[in-house]
């Protein structure tokens, strides 16, 4: 943009000559062309010379090129003519011919975009995995052999045979052997995809475990391919359902080492999250092998009793822990199978009370209409008017509600009590005699019928077999007063009750003098024991009650209960308690008649906590609850 001269006009065109910018000016035999190149209108066809310098103008380029006058004259008319003025017709045509070329621009546009559109879709539909409703055995073959289980709502019964993974074997013995095709579901333990292939552990009932494997199939790249694409995106822990064939392999990570599964199709029944609190594997790990990894490389984590409450499902799924939970349950069969052998009738007591059950123990309260009840702390009032009822022999299973801030390893909040009691003819040593009889037939059982989970639970939490006596171990109070003394204990006016110190130096004790871990502390203090205990007929100070031991910690409290109801008044008010509407009916019980008796309570999450030899009762409960815990 030259400036112009006191003319108005550019400069270049007031001067005989004018500079040009071009880096390599054409030669002079190339201008014809070059002019014959200037795209103008017909009508305004410039001169040659003209043409040529406005194209060089147009271009910016260095040239220097002399003007005669005429020619800078020329320019001058050329710069300063007007266009002339468009028709309508033309305008209309121009417009129309612009809007059909921008018409023309969007519709191709839009054609691009469409294609495109389309091969995405068309890529997407090849990749996707489709959920897969399974509704009938007999018409698989027209289902997909992967993808997630649309969700099971009892739509059919599929015809599916699932197998228990210990079924499976290379043996003669085994149910289904190598060639065979199964149905197997379990929660996916572990999943490891390379390349083409992929090995996966199926675990069932916490402990069981198998290996199944995939390989990518050359006659079927694509439908290999997908399949990869779907194994890697389970996840660990996820609920899956596997079809597979059973083929010999040596795999001694699962405990079915003999035999593998080749995977024809596999679905995802529930699937868990990709983020889990902790992995089982971490929480089946014992304390000592945690401890040994810690100056490692690759140290394992330490999972807190807070972080494995807080998740408790995910914690019980630890073959230890899970098999803690069947040990419990087979205490409860036993338990049952020695009580109904020997006569006894379960029964079941109410749990909303109108008073206290026993005295000294907190209790919990709620309101019941209008007026005060109180969860029950055990079923002691009730199955003692069982024995008013004539039912000579009863037991319960049952909760127990204790509102006791006890913060020890040993204390829980609410526990399942494992209660009887029993008419007896002359004296109490008769319940002893079948308290010794249930407790043989249980720790006999666990370890003659639940010898594997016992093993499972041993590897994770040491610890040995019980030894107990063929006939009651029953140690009286003075000759355990004599023997915590000689431990160094004072023991005052021996009228007191024994802490956990006390009851563990007398347990190690009696271990080295009789070669017991059960036995039975007899003639407690009156004192100590709660209303309904019968005194020592020699010297009240004393009682006909007793506490039970496993390994030199309290297990169980019972005694002969006082059926006489004047004695049972005069203990009450000697203990200065409130004889309440709930105790009175059960005083009123005894004046109707009622047998003698006696009984004894068990606490079975303490049970299973010290038989098992572990360090805190909260592994024996399913869902723990304590003062600082009601969740989950």
């Known amino acids: 943009n030259p400036t112009g001269g006191g003319s108005g006009q550019p400069s270049f065109l007031a001067s005989s000559s004018l500079h040009l910018f071009h880096s390599n000016p054409p030669r002079d035999e190339c201008l014809p062309g070059l002019w014959r190149s200037a795209v103008l209108p017909r009508r305004l066809r410039l001169p ?34 007007k266009p002339a003025e468009k028709t309508e017709e033309e305008k209309a045509a121009i417009k129309a011919a612009r809007e059909a070329r921008k018409a023309e621009k969007e519709r191709k546009k839009l054609e691009k975009k469409a294609k495109k559109e389309a091969e995405r879709a068309a890529a997407e539909a090849a990749n996707r995995i489709d959920d897969v409703q399974y509704l009938s055995f007999d018409q698989q073959d027209g289902y997909a052999p992967m993808g997630d289980m649309v969700r099971t709502m009892s739509r059919s019964r599929t015809g599916r045979d699932f197998i228990d993974i210990t079924d499976l074997g290379a043996s003669d013995t085994a149910k289904y052997k190598p060639g065979s095709t199964v149905w197997a579901r379990g929660r996916l333990h572990s999943i490891r ?24 199939d050359k006659e079927d790249p694509e439908g290999s391919a997908k399949m990869i694409r779907y194994l890697k995106s389970l996840t660990v822990e996820s609920v899956i359902d596997l ?15 003999d035999v593998e599964l080749n995977v024809k199709r596999i679905h995802a029944v529930s699937k868990a ?43 019980l799924r630890a073959p230890a822990n899970n098999a803690i939970m069947r040990i419990q349950s087979a205490i409860c069969q036993l338990y049952r199978e020695s009580l109904y052998s020997q006569g006894f009738v379960e029964i079941h007591t109410p749990k909303l009370i109108a008073g206290e059950s026993e005295s000294g123990a907190g209790v919990f309260t709620t309101d019941y209409f209008g007026t005060v009840a109180c969860l029950a702390q055990s ?89 107990f006596t063929e006939e009651p171990c029953i140690v009286h109070w003075p000759e ?56 020592d007929p020699d010297d009240d100070r004393f009682s006909n009650s007793y506490d039970i031991f496993l390994r030199g910690q309290e297990i169980c409290s019972g005694a002969q209960r006082c059926h006489d109801p004047d004695l049972v008044m005069e203990i009450i008010e000697k203990k200065d308690m409130e004889a309440g509407d709930g105790l009175k009916t059960y005083v009123e019980s005894f004046r109707h008649g009622v047998s003698p008796h006696a009984g004894a309570g068990f606490g079975l999450e303490r049970v299973v906590f010290l038989y098992l030899g572990l360090d805190n009762v909260r592994k024996a409960s399913m869902f723990p609850r304590d003062p600082n815990r009601c969740t989950p």
């Open 480 to 535: 355990a007063m004599e023997i915590l003394k000689g431990e160094g204990f004072d023991m005052g006016d021996e009228m007191g009750d024994l802490t956990g110190a006390m009851e563990l130096a007398l347990g190690a004790t009696i271990k080295e003098k009789y070669g017991t871990d059960f036995f039975m502390l007899d003639k407690y203090p009156s004192e100590i024991r709660p209303f309904y205990t019968m005194p």
């Open 48 to 81: 040659s010379t003209v043409a040529l310098l406005l194209m060089f103008i147009a271009r910016g380029s260095p040239l220097r090129l002399p003007l005669s006058a005429g020619g800078a004259s020329t320019i001058r008319r050329y710069m300063s003519a």
């Open 379 to 467: 079923p002691q009032l009730y199955k003692q008017m069982a024995i008013s009822s004539d039912l000579e022999r009863v037991f319960e299973i049952g909760p127990v509600f204790r509102a006791e801030k006890s913060h020890t390893r040993r204390h829980l909040c609410e526990f399942t009590g494992l209660d009887l009691e029993m008419a007896i003819n002359d004296h109490y040593l008769e319940t002893l005699e079948v308290v010794h009889e249930v407790f043989k037939h249980i720790f006999t059982g666990l370890e003659t019928r639940h010898a594997k989970e016992l093993a499972i639970i041993r590897e994770q939490y040491p610890s040995s077999a019980v030894t």
């Open 243 to 257: 079809e597979g064939v059973v083929a010999e392999a040596s795999v001694k990570s699962c405990s079915v080492q």
């Open 193 to 216: 995809v390379k390349g083409g292939s992929c090995f996966l552990v199926l675990r069932q009932d916490s402990f069981n475990t198998v290996q199944a494997c995939f390989f990518k």
């Open 273 to 315: 999250g990709a983020m889990l609190p902790f992995l089982v594997e971490d929480a089946a790990r014992s304390e000592e092998e945690v401890e040994a990894s810690q100056d490692t490389d690759r140290p394992f984590p330490r999972l807190g009793q807070e972080l494995r409450l807080d998740n408790r499902w995910m914690d």
